[in-house]
């Protein structure tokens, strides 16, 4: 499933390259890393605690947000009735969301390519 996440991230990177050449952004590759548990200690020491960043950031001001972030799935984190699943990993993962949000960042989860390129197109035209 990881690698399915990568591969998604990598696909948005390279289109967002090319389609939007100007624009700087972010790609949080921590977790598709295999740390060994000293460098697992260094980076938790190095992190704000209780913060899960999300797998893109997208770092122009449009539409009255200070940027785009974006935490990619492989498929939908929500239920039909909308709720999160519930998981500590995805409330987490909300959580962080919220509080950039607070901050005036545009945040969502979003899967699969059409439907992530869709949001940037958006966000960023």
């Known amino acids: 499933m990881k690698h399915q996440?990568?591969?998604?991230?990598?696909?948005?990177?390279?289109w967002l390259e090319i389609q939007f050449p100007k624009v700087l952004f972010l790609s949080d590759?921590?977790?598709?890393?295999k740390l060994k548990i000293p460098q697992q200690l260094r980076n938790k020491?190095?992190?704000k605690s209780g913060f899960k960043c999300p797998d893109l950031l997208i770092l122009e001001p449009k539409k009255g947000y200070a940027g785009l972030f974006i935490e990619l799935k492989?498929?939908?984190?929500?239920?039909?009735n909308g709720e999160i699943y519930s998981n500590d990993h995805?409330?987490?993962?909300q959580h962080s969301?919220?509080?950039?949000?607070?901050?005036?960042?545009k945040t969502c989860f979003s899967w699969e390519f059409e439907r992530t390129?869709?949001?940037?197109?958006?966000?960023?035209m």
């Open 45 to 47: 020491k190095i992190q």
């Open 74 to 80: 492989t498929k939908s984190p929500f239920k039909k």
């Open 90 to 93: 995805l409330k987490a993962q």
């Open 97 to 105: 969301l919220n509080k950039l949000e607070e901050k005036g960042y």
């Open 29 to 33: 590759t921590i977790a598709s890393v």
């Open 5 to 14: 996440e990568y591969e998604l991230q990598k696909m948005l990177c390279q």
């Open 117 to 124: 390129k869709n949001i940037i197109e958006s966000y960023l």
